[in-house]
């Protein structure tokens, strides 16, 4: 597996420890200033996106990334600790958006291709088997074949971190 670098594990680490406290806490504005707190700029404002149909207390937090920066394999490794500390399920489902269908492609071949590193990322992030659909894939998917994938449950946090095989979908779709 392609090995991280320090400021990509720093900034997934501080997405994990955002996960964890909102999931103990209910709250993602206060896990964000607890998080930003340790940061050399400083405990900073959470800005909440209210969006119909979602909770108030769901996260939603942007990773600034330059250029080159490793952003589709970060997004691996956050796919899976999205799952595992915020959700703390056993399995889940990942809607990967991308500004360009270039973009979707590019995405969508590295994260079905076994030898690829972000693929091998989101595998070992995730626990198990990851299946990559595009959106028109998804919308052509079987009731039961869905139902099979996105049935998730709840588990623990001790069960969740003792390898249970996690299968999700990752649809790409152009923003």
Not at 43 to 49: A, D, I, K, M, R
Not at 131 to 148: C, G, I
């Amino acid at each position: 597996m392609l090995e991280l670098k320090d400021y990509q594990k720093r900034t997934l680490q501080s997405l994990k420890d955002f996960f964890q406290i909102t999931a103990d806490t209910g709250s993602p504005g206060a896990a964000f200033r607890q998080v930003t707190r340790r940061q050399p700029f400083g405990e900073q404002p959470y800005l909440t996106v209210a969006l119909g149909g979602l909770e108030d207390n769901l996260p939603y937090v942007c990773l600034r990334v330059p250029t080159g920066g490793g952003k589709t394999l970060m997004a691996c490794h956050a796919a899976g600790s999205a799952i595992r500390d915020f959700m703390r399920a056993e399995r889940g489902m990942v809607l990967w958006l991308a500004p360009s269908n270039t973009i979707v492609e590019q995405t969508v071949r590295a994260l079905r291709d076994p030898r690829h590193p972000c693929h091998d990322a989101l595998r070992q992030a995730c626990g198990g088997e990851v299946a990559t659909l595009t959106v028109d894939e998804a919308l052509r998917l079987s009731r039961a074949t869905a139902r099979r994938w996105s049935s998730w449950r709840r588990c623990s946090r001790s069960a969740c971190r003792t390898g249970i095989r996690a299968r999700f979908m990752t649809a790409a779709t152009a923003g």
